[in-house]
């Protein structure tokens, strides 16, 4: 069973959420020829100040 899983910085609203894993779900069973239904998805949310890029954090 594929586990996919997305870090992201919070803002994203519930119904993006549910659009964002419905469309990776379908990419990767339709890249893959997996069925949808075996596919899991985990967004988590991390706050900004947690996430550095080139040495310096976002937040």
Known sequence: MPLIQISQTPGLTA??????I???TAAYAEATGKNPDAVWVTMTDIPREAWGVGG????
């Open 15 to 20: 119904d993006q959420k549910r659009a964002a």
């Open 22 to 24: 419905a469309a990776v």
């Open 56 to 59: 310096k954090p976002l937040g």
